[in-house]
């Protein structure tokens, strides 16, 4: 039992490891270190959360050819670590999981190749409300999402001083789990499909077209890494567990053996023999 008991402990240290070397840091600013829920009509949450299943491998370029191009274009790519909400929308299980995790990679993308210093901050404006339309022929489907994720789609009003509305996009204290609510089947991404973003406000709307194909590119950038804890943690236990039932039957085994080689060939005297030697 002792052997069994050292066993979970150390199943148990193992996995204690993984979950803490997949966490992702965050990249939080100076400034902005609340998200925003433009349709709750408060700020977000500071939140952590470790990644133990997910890595960013950004390449060089995304390439993508519209369907209407004749040519492919190059797309910028975030380089740094991506912020949490990132992986918070790839594992979400959410219908648009990739949709809205390619937003928000493509959208840090474009803020990092602006070339200014303040591209990654985002002055929230009361009452908006953005959401992510997805057109096809004879399809229609619309989910929302936090309007920071759009920051660089938009324009954005001058802050006053001390404004609490400031949000710094590359922040991994943002909080995205409010607007997690379309569950289901992962949307099917095509070529034909088009993705419209609106940012609404009460006197004004914006929309710009993007298409669906590309922000499922950025999705691919986030990949699963390695064997999910579990799969791996009940079969290393079982095999664990297998060798040492195996060793405690062999030695059982070679006991019973050994006893037999030091017991007597014959333990009962025949009555009236006697030996001449």
């Given at each position: 039992?002792?052997?069994?008991?050292?066993?979970?402990?150390y199943?148990?240290?193992?996995n204690?490891?993984?979950?803490?070397?997949?966490?992702?840091?965050g990249?939080?600013?100076?400034?902005?270190?609340?998200?925003h829920s433009?349709?709750?009509?408060s700020?977000?949450?500071?939140?952590t959360?470790?990644h133990?299943?997910?890595?960013?491998?950004?390449?060089?370029?995304?390439?993508?050819?519209?369907?209407?191009?004749?040519?492919?274009?190059?797309?910028?790519?975030y380089?740094?670590?991506?912020?949490?909400?990132?992986?918070?929308y790839k594992?979400?299980?959410?219908?648009?999981?990739?949709?809205?995790t390619?937003?928000?990679?493509?959208?840090?993308?474009?803020?990092?190749?602006?070339?200014?210093?303040?591209?990654?901050?985002?002055?929230?404006?009361?009452?908006?409300?953005?959401?992510?339309?997805?057109?096809?022929?004879?399809?229609?489907?619309?989910?929302?999402?936090?309007?920071?994720m759009?920051s660089?789609?938009?324009?954005?009003?001058?802050?006053?001083?001390?404004d609490?509305r400031?949000?710094?996009?590359?922040?991994?204290?943002?909080?995205?789990?409010?607007?997690?609510?379309?569950?289901g089947?992962?949307?099917q991404?095509?070529?034909?499909?088009e993705?419209?973003?609106?940012?609404?406000?009460?006197?004004?709307?914006?929309?710009?077209?993007?298409?669906?194909?590309?922000?499922?590119?950025?999705?691919?950038?986030?990949?699963?890494?390695?064997?999910?804890?579990?799969?791996?943690?009940?079969?290393?236990?079982g095999?664990?567990?297998?060798?040492?039932l195996?060793c405690?039957?062999f030695?059982?085994?070679k006991?019973?053996?050994?006893?037999?080689?030091?017991?007597?060939?014959?333990?009962?005297?025949?009555?009236?023999?006697?030996?001449?030697?």
């Amino acid at each position: 039992m002792d052997i069994i008991h050292t066993v979970f402990v150390y199943v148990f240290i193992v996995n204690v490891c993984v979950v803490a070397r997949g966490g992702h840091g965050g990249h939080g600013g100076s400034h902005g270190s609340h998200g925003h829920s433009s349709y709750h009509g408060s700020h977000g949450h500071h939140v952590t959360a470790s990644h133990t299943h997910y890595t960013y491998h950004p390449p060089r370029h995304v390439m993508y050819t519209c369907r209407h191009c004749a040519s492919t274009e190059m797309y910028p790519v975030y380089r740094p670590m991506p912020p949490t909400y990132v992986y918070v929308y790839k594992e979400s299980g959410s219908r648009y999981a990739d949709i809205l995790t390619g937003l928000s990679l493509y959208n840090l993308g474009r803020s990092t190749s602006m070339g200014w210093a303040r591209s990654h901050e985002y002055y929230a404006q009361p009452g908006e409300r953005c959401s992510l339309q997805i057109i096809e022929r004879l399809h229609f489907e619309e989910t929302e999402f936090p309007c920071f994720m759009i920051s660089s789609f938009i324009e954005s009003t001058a802050p006053k001083a001390n404004d609490t509305r400031q949000v710094d996009i590359s922040s991994s204290k943002i909080d995205v789990k409010p607007f997690l609510k379309d569950m289901g089947p992962a949307l099917q991404v095509t070529n034909d499909q088009e993705c419209v973003l609106w940012h609404n406000l009460t006197m004004h709307k914006e929309r710009n077209h993007v298409p669906c194909a590309l922000l499922k590119e950025y999705a691919n950038t986030v990949r699963q890494s390695g064997v999910p804890t579990y799969i791996w943690l009940p079969t290393l236990l079982g095999t664990i567990i297998a060798i040492y039932l195996c060793c405690a039957c062999f030695c059982r085994e070679k006991e019973k053996e050994t006893v037999k080689e030091e017991a007597p060939l014959n333990e009962l005297r025949v009555q009236g023999y006697c030996s001449n030697y």
